[in-house]
Nanobody
Framework: GRLMESGGGLVQAGGSLTLSCKASGIILSVFSGNTKAWYRQAPGNQRELVATLDSSGRTNYADSVKGRFAISRDNAKRTFYLQMNALEPEDTALYYC????????WGQGTQVTVQG
């Protein structure tokens, strides 16, 4: 199984982007029954947790993105999302999706660049 992100790009400060993470080769019960997460890593920085969504639908966000980002899922499509609004230059990073099952799945990353 694998995860693949899409939706990154270049945006002006204040703009919006929606990242998608599509799972393939992962059975539905594994996808729907485990926590999904988005991480990001800026150059010279450690990878940081941005948002999580557990199997019950509970979400958690880094303080820096609360009120601006939203994580969601579509289990039938085996896809989860990160809606990013009011983007700031500080949000510039490589964004990774993660499925926290017995096998820890990671995507390859998608670049988000915010010009201020």
């Amino acid at each position: 199984g694998r995860l693949m992100e899409s939706g990154g790009g270049l945006v002006q400060a204040g703009g919006s982007l929606t990242l998608s993470c599509k799972a393939s080769g992962i059975i539905l019960s594994v996808f729907s029954g485990n926590t999904k997460a988005w991480y990001r890593q800026a150059p010279g920085n450690q990878r940081e947790l941005v948002a999580t969504l557990d199997s019950s639908g509970r979400t958690n966000y880094a303080d820096s993105v609360k009120g601006r980002f939203a994580i969601s899922r579509d289990n039938a499509k085996r896809t989860f999302y990160l809606q990013m609004n009011a983007l700031e230059p500080e949000d510039t990073a490589l964004y990774y999706c993660n499925l926290q099952s017995r096998t820890d799945y990671w995507g390859q990353g998608t670049q988000v660049t915010v010009q201020g």
